[in-house]
Antibody, heavy 116, light 108 residues
Framework: EVQLVESGGGLVQPGGSLRLSCAAS????????MSWARQAPGKGLEWVAN????????YYVDSVKGRFTISRDNAKNSLYLQLNSLRAEDTAVYYC??????????WGQGTLVTVS | DIQMTQSPSSLSASVGDRVTITCQAS??????LNWYQQKPGKAPKLLIY???NLETGVPSRFSGSASGTDFTFTISSLQPEDTATYYC??????????FGQGTKLEIK
């Protein structure tokens, strides 16, 4: 069974940092592009960043470029998102998701980041 | 940039009704259009990928279609468990993954 489990969220002051983790199991993690997406309270979904299977390509939504860094450790079946220079508008539930074709077929349960 | 306009933003329908949600792209996006269901407090769930392909395990009352830049998501016979918010999503080659604004579906 495919499982994605996020951790690392919490309350942080503006300008602060957090590192989110996503532990993957039930599939060959190293064979898949992976993404982070987020959802602000009461709002819609927003894709944040993605990373190629070997980590050689990474892409970000404009609003987080230069502040967030996506990475992965295939030996540990883990995906990460380093969040720096956090702003109030970064407050959201952050999801990791596995890619399928042009979308995402498995999502974690999410981890809440509150910037205040 | 490609814009995705999803409508309606909310709707209310009765059990057994046929329900339709639309996503309009600002330009041609080929078949790069997916649909998700999200229930309160839960992660999104992929229902339809590449316009009309039903994800494994998803009931056949859910379907998707396209006509030009207009994409349609249909529930053929609404069930009580279908109460949720539905999102369309497009992949742009920039790359960017663009979600529609969402449609909140409630049962009358």
């Amino acid at each position: 069974e495919v499982q994605l489990v996020e951790s690392g969220g919490g309350l942080v002051q503006p300008g602060g940092s957090l590192r989110l983790s996503c532990a993957a199991s039930g599939f060959t993690f190293s064979s898949y592009w992976m993404s982070w997406a987020r959802q602000a309270p009461g709002k819609g979904l927003e894709w944040v960043a993605n990373i190629k299977q070997d980590g050689s390509e990474k892409y970000y939504v404009d609003s987080v470029k230069g502040r967030f860094t996506i990475s992965r450790d295939n030996a540990k079946n883990s995906l990460y998102l380093q969040l720096n220079s956090l702003r109030a508008e970064d407050t959201a539930v952050y999801y990791c998701a596995r890619h399928k074709r042009t979308g995402f077929d498995y999502w974690g349960q999410g981890t809440l980041v509150t910037v205040s | 940039d490609i814009q995705m306009t999803q409508s309606p933003s909310s709707l209310s329908a009765s059990v057994g009704d046929r329900v339709t949600i639309t996503c309009q792209a600002s330009q041609d996006i080929s078949n790069s259009l997916n649909w998700y269901q999200q229930k309160p407090g839960k992660a999104p769930k992929l229902l339809i990928y590449d316009v009309s392909n039903l994800e494994t395990g998803v009931p056949s009352r859910f379907s998707g279609s396209a006509s030009g830049t207009d994409f349609t998501f249909t529930i053929s016979s609404l069930q009580p468990e279908d109460t949720a918010t539905y999102y369309c999503q497009h992949f742009d080659n920039l790359p960017m993954y663009i979600f529609g604004q969402g449609t909140k579906l409630e049962i009358k």
